[in-house]
């Protein structure tokens, strides 16, 4: 059975800085491409980031440019998130997703949820002023 875990979340004044982990255990089929969404109270979820391998980049979101980073561990099925220069509109649950990846289509699906089909049960990022 897939088990997807995110660890990292927590509270930060406006500014901060905070790490989201992704741990992948279970999973013994092709490799996986990673993303993380957000989902803000009251918004539907959104893709915040996501990374296949090196050769085919990472995509975010224009609301995170510049400010998050994703990377991978892909011998490990580990994700990483790091987020800088937090305002309060980062603050939502953030999800860690993963599933087979799209192809050709990738830089266009890459934010759709139905491309993921193993989900994390969230953690909390929360920023104030």
């Known amino acids: 059975q897939v088990h997807v875990a995110e660890s990292g979340g927590g509270a930060v004044q406006v500014g901060g800085s905070l790490r989201l982990s992704c741990a992948i255990s279970g999973y013994t089929g092709r490799s996986l491409c990673m993303a993380w969404f957000r989902q803000a109270p009251g918004k539907e979820r959104e893709g915040v980031a996501a990374i296949y391998n090196d050769r085919e980049g990472a995509f975010y979101a224009d609301s995170v440019k510049g400010r998050f980073t994703i990377s991978r561990d892909s011998t490990k099925n580990t994700l990483t998130l790091r987020m800088n220069s937090l305002s309060p509109e980062d603050t939502a649950m953030y999800y860690c997703?993963?599933?087979?990846?799209?192809?050709?289509?990738?830089?266009?699906?890459?934010?759709?949820?139905?491309?993921?089909?193993?989900w994390g049960q969230g953690t909390q990022v929360t920023v104030s002023s």
């Open positions: 997703a993963a599933g087979l990846y799209g192809g050709s289509s990738w830089p266009v699906t890459w934010a759709r949820e139905w491309m993921y089909g193993y």
